[in-house]
Structure formats: structure tokens, C-alpha cells
């Protein structure tokens, strides 16, 4: 997420997990980088970054360099965070170009594969010597379950049956002018809708962070 020391002799404990399970993989060069570049004596807190901006370029710089592999590990902490999104969303757009090369860590027996990006200090904690690769799954624009597609041919059957209805009222109020008296035409007709768009993410467990 963020730098948690300017010296970059300081190994922590993020560091460590990295190495110690990327190395028996076969990894020799391992590239750290931040999702943001500002260091903060403690927590991360996203909204007192005035400009991401330089940490922006300097990924787009660094993902020129042609890695073999490129594991992303924001973790699944500030989710609901707007600023923390959009630099995530930000990330991920860049990354469009190397989809091929992205992965993300999970255990080997399949424990936490409900979460995507796990956090190196999440997964040294949880399962450490148990890392696998897995490909990054990029968010795609979600296709409408069967329950909407129900939904919108309820809608239209029901929209159809509507002007059915009126046309049929409306044919019935042309026979009434001529047989009734004209105060009965007026009438009153209300066609309500309610709906609720409840588009809701579970929520991960937070991680321990540094």
C-alpha cells in the first residue's frame, strides 16, 4: 500500500514474507512497489495524500521494465475507501497491457481463493511455504444474471400489458363521452415504480498492516 521506511536497507516484515516464499519458486529479481508513495509514521491515511500523481508515473515507468511476472498485493483493507478505489482502479488500468503476466498469491489448498489480491503480510501470516501464483482475475462489465433477465421480460410483458390496458380504457372513455354525462371524464390514473439497485461487494476480512 505505502513505503514503510525511506531507508531501503530496512528489510520488513512484508519484505521478508516476499522474498522467503518467491525465492524457493524460482524468483531471483523481486521489484517492490507501492500503490502509494507517501510514508506515514503509522496507518496509511489515503485522504491526506494531496497528489498521487508522481507514484502514478513512476509505476507506469517501472511496469516498462518487462517482468516475467507481476503479482499484485494490495490487500483487501480500505475497501470501501473512495480514494484507495481509485488508485486500485488506476493500477489496474495500467496493468490492461500485461494482463497476461498479472497474478495474485493463494494458498495451495484453496483456503482463501475467495479473496483476490492478497497482501504478502496477510498471506507470510496465514500461509507461509504454502504460496501458489494464480492468474489476476481483471474486473469485467457484469453480464445480467438470469434473475434480471426475468426481471426486465417481466417488465416488458407487463409494460406491454399496460398499454394494452390504457388502450383498452382509453377506447372505453371515447364509448363513456358518448353515453355519459361529461363531469364522469374526469377521471385520475397513477402508474407508480419502485425498485432498489443494491450492487453490494463482500467484504474481505482486514489484514494486519505495517
Given at each position: 500500500m505505502n513505503p514503510a521506511s525511506e531507508d531501503i536497507s530496512i528489510i520488513d516484515t512484508t519484505t521478508t514474507f516476499i522474498l522467503n516464499n518467491l525465492i524457493p519458486m524460482g524468483y531471483a529479481t523481486i521489484t517492490i512497489c507501492n500503490l502509494y508513495g507517501e510514508l506515514?509514521?503509522?496507518?496509511?491515511?489515503?485522504?491526506?495524500?494531496?497528489?498521487?500523481?508522481?507514484n502514478r508515473k513512476y509505476l507506469e515507468e517501472v511496469l516498462k521494465r518487462g517482468f516475467d511476472t507481476i503479482l499484485l498485493g494490495y490487500g483487501n483493507t480500505f475497501l470501501a475507501n473512495k480514494f484507495v478505489k481509485?488508485?486500485?482502479?488506476?493500477?489496474?488500468?495500467?496493468?490492461?497491457?500485461?494482463k497476461e503476466k498479472v497474478v495474485d498469491i493463494v494458498d495451495d489448498k484453496g483456503e482463501y481463493e475467495r479473496l483476490t489480491a492478497i497482501h504478502p503480510l496477510m498471506a507470510g501470516r496465514y500461509?507461509?511455504?504454502r504460496w501458489k501464483l494464480r492468474p489476476f482475475i481483471f474486473e469485467k462489465e457484469k453480464a445480467k444474471t438470469g434473475d434480471e433477465r426475468v426481471s426486465d421480460t417481466t417488465e416488458k410483458t407487463n409494460g406491454e400489458k399496460m398499454s394494452e390496458k390504457t388502450a383498452k380504457a382509453r377506447d372505453g372513455k371515447q364509448s363513456e363521452k358518448i353515453m355519459k354525462p361529461a363531469k364522469e371524464e374526469g377521471e385520475k390514473k397513477s402508474d407508480e415504480k419502485s425498485g432498489s439497485n443494491q450492487d453490494s461487494e463482500p467484504v474481505a476480512p482486514v489484514e494486519a498492516t505495517e
Open positions: 506515514f509514521k503509522q496507518r496509511l491515511k489515503p485522504s491526506e495524500v494531496p497528489n498521487n500523481t508522481e481509485e488508485e486500485k482502479a488506476y493500477l489496474r488500468k495500467l496493468l490492461n497491457s500485461y500461509f507461509p511455504g
